[in-house]
């Protein structure tokens, strides 16, 4: 049974830093593709960041420069660091691979004063 569940979520203050994770059970990262993707309230779900499997790198035009993607050591974790966090990055982030379709259950990130 395949399980991707992100961690590393919370409440931060502005230009704050968090590092969301997002950890793969049953499934081989290293062959599969990671998305992080995120949804605010009221908003449609946007897509923030994806690594291929060949490490290849994507982002979002507002977080490019401020966030990086990348696999961990172990090859079955992928974070996001997220750096320079603005109130507008206030949002529930998930995960999700790619060609095989797998979601995680979401984290929240909460940017405030």
Do not use: H
Not at 25 to 37: A, K, L, Q
Not at 38 to 60: F, M, W
Not at 66 to 88: C, D, H, W
Not at 96 to 113: A, E, H, I
């Amino acid at each position: 049974q395949v399980q991707l569940v992100e961690s590393g979520g919370g409440l931060v203050q502005p230009g704050g830093s968090l590092r969301l994770s997002c950890a793969a059970s049953g499934i081989t990262f290293s062959f599969n593709g990671v998305t992080w993707y995120r949804q605010a309230p009221g908003k449609e779900r946007e897509l923030v960041a994806s690594i291929t499997a060949g490490d290849s790198t994507n982002y979002a035009d507002s977080v490019k420069g401020r966030f990086t993607i990348s696999r961990g050591n172990a090859k079955n974790t992928v974070y996001l660091q997220m750096n320079s966090l603005k109130p507008e990055d206030t949002a529930v982030y998930y995960c999700k691979t790619f060609p095989l379709t797998y979601w995680g259950q979401g984290t929240q990130v909460t940017v405030s004063s």
